[in-house]
């Protein structure tokens, strides 16, 4: 399984962008994808999760309210939209796929990762 993730930029803050992460190779009918985020001495950090048919996601509490993850199964793909960011925001994003059937904030659940992409928000 590859995962293949886009989307990142600059943006000030207050600004949007959405992630996008495409998944290809042999996938398993069934599976949760996810988003995390790094950012420099700091421990990776899970934002958020949907189940295999989108209906049921997890968030991060900084996050909810303004971001919201979503997937297009007839494209293996899963969106991470991004409002009203801020500074701390800034990390390099990275999707990644769980063949567990939680939504797990638990990056030891997920067993393929993408390259990551980076999001900067400037104040």
């Known amino acids: 399984v590859q995962l293949q993730a886009s989307g990142g930029g600059l943006v000030q803050a207050g600004g949007s962008l959405r992630l996008s992460c495409a998944a290809s190779?042999?996938?398993?009918?069934?599976?949760?994808m996810g988003w995390f985020r790094r950012t420099p001495g700091k421990e990776r950090e899970f934002v958020a999760a949907?189940?295999?048919?989108?209906?049921?996601?997890n968030y991060l509490d900084d996050v909810k309210g303004r971001f919201a993850i979503s997937r297009d199964t007839s494209k293996n793909t899963v969106y991470l939209q991004m409002n009203g960011l801020k500074p701390e925001d800034t990390a390099v994003y990275y999707c990644?796929?769980?063949?567990?059937?939680?939504?797990?904030?638990?990056?030891?659940?997920?067993?393929?990762w993408g390259q990551g992409t980076v999001v900067t928000v400037s104040s």
């Open positions: 990644a796929l769980s063949l567990a059937g939680n939504l797990y904030s638990d990056g030891t659940y997920y067993r393929y």
């Open positions: 190779g042999r996938t398993s009918s069934r599976y949760t």
């Open positions: 949907i189940s295999t048919r989108g209906s049921r996601t």
